[in-house]
């Protein structure tokens, strides 16, 4: 099992769903991503937070065993973000965006870090990502997502920085976006020319899908989303899905520039991103993962199966 | 192998793709659904037509062994429709409705289907489906599709319709607009509490859903959509996934009452609607089954199984 380092926000979350409304809850793709990963693999995070944020959520991390040495505490406050969701929750409207302590970011990587195999690229401004990497001494697999704003302001930048990923994870919005291309497999084909061996498109409740060059040819892979008996809340189930799939993958010592990669085991961390990311959406914020175990991780990738193999 | 009957639509469409335009073609949920299920079984069709309907297009159909004693022949206009679609061909407009022949149609089933162990209802007004029904003397297997426009103007009747289905094929808006549920599951609860022990939720390029009582308790299963690598032509692919879906259970004498009937089996059928939905986007209308073969479908099947199997 290998170690994972992941870059991204940490903030506190206003939400409304129309299951209720918390005013202040611990969020930020770091976080997501770093709680959802910690039940595959030993995870250290690089982030920026401000004097207000609470000893009991840095807790929650170091309960899943993640190391918080690369965490800053700045003077200020923490990054804020407020959203209400549609009544189908498929949408979400955002209210407010403080950036607080997060507008002045400058990762720095603790000596520790620096030669972790595994490396996760949270939604941060292009050249920051770039910059982390560079301070990592030569991971076995660097990958990340992205955001609309970076692909249509940023470009040029972004392109230099994913240029030298292994994976790109985005959704199909992005995905269309970034490559000019309607069609996802065609979308999946110029995304891989820009860099990235490895693509996977999210489509929220229906799951995602797994872009591979195998002996040559392009080849795709479909993940359904869980079919939830309730979604409560889907804040963080994009970045959960991120964590699960990474998790694996550095839980399996997996390296997608080999094309010997066995493509099932990517689509079993793409089983493990879903998996992740239905369990993110069954309470508010992170709440899940206080009582989440292992044990039920795997029974839903189980549940996976059973629904999918014919 | 059973063999199926199919009453519906025949029809001429008009259709604008971003790809093309065409003023006229075949068309009509029965003319797809039949060829579609032709690869899996012998099919017998009830509809009208009007002294329009060309020979050639008997003749498709009659290539694919397709029994068309059943279809009626009167003085008028054959059902015409014309539509267009969105630049990303997910939704379309319909531009023209012309129901002629279609508005007084009363399906008579000829003495030579009423012993045909298989049923497909296709979207027809609720009181001809069960009228097709009755003059069936004691089919295995009975299900069907609907629409918007039944669920809501003839909900009464379309209830007692559906109450002696085996399963019920709908899209997800048709399923929440039905069951009045926005959750999937809970709408698939609802739906079989009306009557259908199974319930098939069609999602569009996301594939589909299938849920079953299996021992006691729902169980859900999901078939992706296939990637093409370009949609031409969407027309008539939710009826083409009825057809390899009810082909395929036809072709293996399967019989949904039974509390026993493994749900991989229907599973297997619910990717042969998306595998004969797919081949059907790749042409204008009905095109893409002038030479389509079944070694081409059970290569596609294969597709999907490599696709999802991890």
Known sequence: ?????????????????????????????????????????????????????????VDLLQSHH?????????????????????????????????????????????????????????????????????????????????????????????????????FLLVNDHEARQLSGKTNLKQAAEAIMAMGPAVVIIKRGEYGALLFVRHNGSLRWFAAPGYLLDQVFDPTGAGDCFAGGFMGYLASRNLDLSHADTDPQEMLRAVIYGSVMGSFCCEKFGVDRFRTLTRAEVDARFQEFQDATAF
């Open 1 to 57: 099992m290998s170690s994972l380092v992941v870059v991204g926000s940490l903030a506190y979350d206003a939400v409304e769903t129309p299951h209720g409304k918390v005013d202040r809850m611990l969020g930020g793709a770091c976080t997501y991503i770093s709680l959802s990963a910690s039940y595959f693999t030993k995870v250290s995070i690089v982030g920026v937070v401000g004097d207000d944020f609470a000893s009991e959520d």
């Open 66 to 166: 993640v190391d918080v040495e690369g965490m800053e505490r700045v003077p200020g406050k923490t990054f804020f973000w407020s959203g209400r969701y549609t009544p189908d929750m498929n949408d979400r409207e955002t209210l407010v965006t403080d950036l607080n302590v997060f507008a002045t970011f400058e990762p720095k990587l603790p000596a520790s870090y620096r030669g972790i195999p595994y490396l996760f690229l949270g939604n941060i401004q292009p050249t920051l990502q770039r910059n982390v990497r560079a301070q990592m001494s030569n991971p076995r697999l660097t990958g990340g997502d992205t955001m609309n704003y970076w692909i249509s302001d940023h470009r040029a930048d972004l392109l230099e920085t994913i240029r030298g990923w292994n």
